[in-house]
C-alpha cells in the first residue's frame, strides 16, 4: 500500500491548476508557504473537534496534499526548479505532518499517542531522505507514505464528522489514527532501513 505509486495519474490533472498559480503570479515557494498555512487551519479546526470542524479540517487535509503536488509541478513549469525549493518543500511537508498530528491529538486530549504517531510519521521521513543522503536514491517505499496519510487523515476527519463514540476497544476514529501512524510508522521506517541496509 503506497498512494505515492499514483503521483503520475494525479499529476495528469494538475495543468489547470498549475495554470491559474502561474497566472497569478504565484511562485513554487509561496505555493509551499500557502499550503503549510492551510495545514495549520486543519490542525485548528481538529483541534476545535466538532463534527463540522472534523469535516472542513479534512477538506483542509486534502487541500494540503494537492498544494503539494502544485507547487513541484510549477517550479517545472516555471523552469525554477532547484535544491533550495526542493529543501523547503520537505521541511514544510515535515512541519505539516507535526501540526496536523498535533491537533488531532489535542481534539481528543490524547497527547501520548499524538507523541507516538508523530514520531513514526517523523522516522518514515527521515529514513527515506537519509538513504538518500548515503547514495541509495530516495525511498518511498513501505507500508504508508505521505499520501497515504494524508488520504487517511482527510478521511479520519470525515469519519469523525459524522461519528464521535468509540469504535474499537473505547478508541474513537481520532485515536485509532493515531495508533494506526505510531505502529505502522515505525514498521515502515524499519522496513526503509532494513532494504536499504541490504543494499549497502
Not at 26 to 34: A, E, M
Not at 158 to 169: D, E, N, R
Amino acid at each position: 500500500m503506497t498512494l505515492d505509486k499514483l503521483r503520475p495519474l494525479a499529476e495528469r490533472l494538475l495543468p489547470p491548476f498549475v495554470s491559474a498559480a502561474d497566472r497569478l503570479g504565484l511562485t513554487p515557494n509561496s505555493v509551499s508557504v500557502i499550503s503549510l498555512g492551510v495545514a495549520i487551519g486543519a490542525a485548528v479546526l481538529f483541534a476545535v473537534a466538532e463534527p463540522v470542524t472534523y469535516l472542513l479540517g479534512g477538506l483542509l487535509v486534502f487541500a494540503n496534499g494537492w498544494l503539494d503536488l502544485i507547487d513541484g509541478a510549477l517550479a517545472r513549469r516555471q523552469e525554477i526548479a532547484s535544491e533550495a525549493g526542493d529543501l523547503l518543500d520537505h521541511v514544510i511537508d515535515r512541519y505539516a505532518d507535526l501540526v496536523i498530528i498535533g491537533g488531532l491529538a489535542a481534539g481528543v486530549d490524547s497527547f501520548g499517542l499524538g507523541f507516538l504517531a508523530v514520531t513514526g510519521v517523523l522516522m518514515t521521513s527521515y529514513l527515506g531522505t537519509q538513504i538518500q543522503a548515503v547514495g541509495l536514491g530516495r525511498a518511498y517505499g513501505g507500508l504508508v507514505g505521505r499520501a497515504d496519510r494524508l488520504v487517511l487523515k482527510g478521511v479520519a476527519g470525515f469519519l469523525a464528522a459524522g461519528y464521535s463514540g468509540s469504535v474499537v476497544a473505547g478508541f474513537g476514529v481520532i485515536e485509532l489514527l493515531l495508533i494506526f501512524f505510531a505502529v505502522i510508522g515505525h514498521i515502515t521506517a524499519l522496513q526503509r532501513f532494513w532494504g536499504a541496509w541490504r543494499d549497502l
